[in-house]
């Protein structure tokens, strides 16, 4: 963890937008044409369960207006059974509303996911570089969930409310429009009182969300640092700085509570207002002969009735709907989110006019390469050399002289900036990626294994292998013995990143996985930095083997790695600085010598 205050940056400011949008809401209504039978059941349900509960209530009312006060008990008997016979198909419009309404926000969030799972698997190093894991969680756990209950709950509750209240209305203006407009003077009140809570809670939700995804960020950042944590004795520290994210983000909740806390009773407290002024006007109504010229007595009672069971219909929903839009920013929110990251464009690695290379044999020209993270900083400078097929090309000198960086633009995950790179004479800008990328093989420092089996991670650089061919790839690199020695040799379970391992143990696992991809192009970044003595002398007979008859690129700081290469690259401050044979750089005495030397001294050699 490297901060104890939240800050803003450039991506949370990219995403601070209005919380309700229509475009925003079409797309992610977007989503649902898949299921687009599963939807259109859902709407018609809802708007046949929209009117079920005002005719429910009217049923009722005209019951206690009718039959009731005329003391007619064979009315009562039918009106009482129409009445549960309403009420039955009612609940069980509302099971199957709710039941359908589950499975298309499910549907929808399932669909989202493997979206931006995909989405992500294209996503260039670049993007990687600048965006922290805890904010990519983020994207598909939390706010993947606020749109789940935005398509749950928001979109079906708010038109069954809606629904409720126009038919409510429509009822009360049918029984009586002199009450109804008293009811409608309500409403300037109404829409003052929403409009200057939404803005203030618009902006309280977003906060909510952005500190949300700083504590994601931090957790995440913290578990994966947990060995460094603890071997700098910083839990105490860490565990502050935690808290602090954890009470800004505690904060932020309690002012939205606050302002909620204002914002729904202001909205009760309408309703209850209304029934008051409902309570004198009726009454009046009723006791006076009513505001209008030859009023029926009976007639005014019955309007008094109804409006007293519509009146909740009508003021109900606007507080459920008050609730509902809490819910609706939440969701906007993470809308805004995941739509920003499937909007963000995989950097552009291919020309349009790229072309399929089968098979390559694997020269490799670097041309006046230059290369820069940020346009201000300079890496890599004037980078030139050629590996002919079936070379290795070794590459030395101190931190960050640019020997990965110049892996990364040989594995393609970034283009130069200047210059070119050409793989067999073309550019690599016109090489389609999957064709160029599949006959790589790489072997990193800190290699990544997934969660499965020996067999399982070997496999990843060859899916179709059979356990024979994964066998056979050990055995020629003389660790067949070592892997089988394993608890339970092929199948043994490597665990999360493969903490079940030891790292030389992983290292044997990676260099296995390069063998059996049997690639064109082979780089090994720092690939026996992991590696006990005893198993590196394995290891480096081994790598005869691996190396032969392919273009292979290793940057190693053990000398004892690159001594037979056919050419050792020798970098400092992003330019090549001297080259030639081992033995030929040692006869020159300059930087790699000096290397050469403070490595004899610091091993037994």
């Known amino acids: 963890m490297t901060r104890s205050t939240p800050t803003n940056t450039g991506e949370e400011h990219e995403h601070r937008q209005r919380p309700l949008q229509i475009s925003l809401i079409k797309r992610l209504f977007g989503f649902t044409k898949l299921h687009a039978r599963k939807r259109n059941w859902l709407l018609l349900i809802t708007a046949t369960h929209a009117c079920q509960v005002p005719a429910l209530s009217w049923a009722i009312a005209a019951t206690i207006a009718g039959p009731i ?15 549960t016979i309403l009420a039955i198909i009612t609940y069980v419009s509302w099971h199957f509303r709710m039941r359908l309404g589950l499975e298309l926000g499910e549907a929808v969030v399932h669909d989202l996911r493997g979206h931006i799972f995909a989405h992500l698997q294209r996503m260039s190093m670049h993007f990687y570089d600048k965006t922290k894991l805890g904010r990519i969680i983020s994207r598909i756990t939390s706010d993947c969930e606020a749109l789940r209950m935005g398509v749950q709950e928001v979109l079906v509750i708010s038109l069954v409310q809606t629904g409720r209240m126009l038919i409510a209305a429509a009822i009360m203006l049918w029984y009586d429009w002199i009450l109804f407009m008293v009811v409608l003077t309500m409403a300037p009140g109404l829409w003052l009182i929403s409009q200057f809570f939404r803005g203030r809670l618009s902006h309280t939700w977003r906060n909510v969300q952005e500190s949300f995804s700083r504590v994601t960020a931090a957790l995440a950042e913290s578990v994966n640092g947990i060995r460094v944590t603890q071997g700098f004795v910083r839990q105490d520290r860490n565990a502050e700085q935690f808290r602090d994210l954890v009470q800004n983000h505690s904060d932020h909740h309690l002012h939205a509570a606050q302002l909620t806390g204002v914002f729904l009773p202001l909205l009760e407290w309408n309703s209850q207002f209304f029934i ?25 009672f019955e309007s008094l009735v109804v409006f007293f069971f519509m009146v909740n219909l009508f003021f109900g929903p606007i507080t459920v709907i008050g609730k509902q839009y809490n819910m609706a920013l939440t969701a906007m929110a993470g809308a805004e989110r995941v739509f920003a990251l499937l909007d963000t464009k995989p950097q552009q690695l291919d020309r349009p006019d790229a072309i399929l290379i089968p098979t390559i044999r694997g ?39 640019g020997k990965s960086t110049i892996i990364k633009l040989i594995s393609k995950f970034y283009l130069p900036t200047s210059g070119q790179i050409l793989i067999d004479g073309n550019d690599l800008h016109q090489i389609r990626s999957p064709s160029y990328v599949r006959q790589l093989g790489i072997v990193l420092q800190q290699n990544f294994l997934f969660t499965g089996t020996v067999y399982d991670n070997i496999r990843v650089g060859k899916i179709s292998a059979t356990d024979d061919e994964v066998r056979d790839a050990a055995r020629r690199l003389d660790c067949l013995d070592l892997i089988q020695s394993l608890p339970a040799g092929f199948n043994t379970e490597v665990g999360e990143a493969g903490g079940n391992l030891s790292l030389g143990q992983r290292q044997l696992i990676c260099f296995c996985r390069a063998m059996l991809a049997d690639p064109r192009i082979l780089i090994l970044d720092e690939a026996t930095s992991s590696v006990d003595t005893m198993t590196e002398a394995r290891i480096q007979r081994a790598l005869a083997v691996l190396l032969s008859d392919r273009t292979s690129f290793v940057v190693a700081h053990r000398m004892s790695t690159i001594r037979h290469a056919n ?14 044979t081992h033995s030929h750089l040692l006869t020159a005495d300059g930087l790699y010598a000096n290397l050469y030397r403070q490595f004899i001294q610091t091993t037994d050699m």
Do not use: H, W
Not at 567 to 580: A, D, M, P, Q, S
């Open 69 to 83: 006060n005329n003391k007619q008990l064979d009315e009562i008997i039918l009106s009482a059974a129409g009445v």
């Open 567 to 580: 050419e050792v690259l020798v970098l400092n401050e992003g330019k090549i600085v001297e080259r030639g």
């Open 363 to 401: 020269q490799v020209e670097f041309a006046n390469a230059c290369f820069a993270y940020e346009p201000e900083t300079q890496v890599l400078t004037d980078i030139n050399f050629v590996a002919k097929p079936g070379q290795t090309i070794a590459m030395v000198g101190p931190t960050g002289s």
């Open 276 to 300: 008051s002024i409902l309570l004198l006007l009726g009454g009046y109504q009723v006791l006076a002969g009513g505001m209008l010229a030859n009023a029926d007595p009976n007639a005014q």
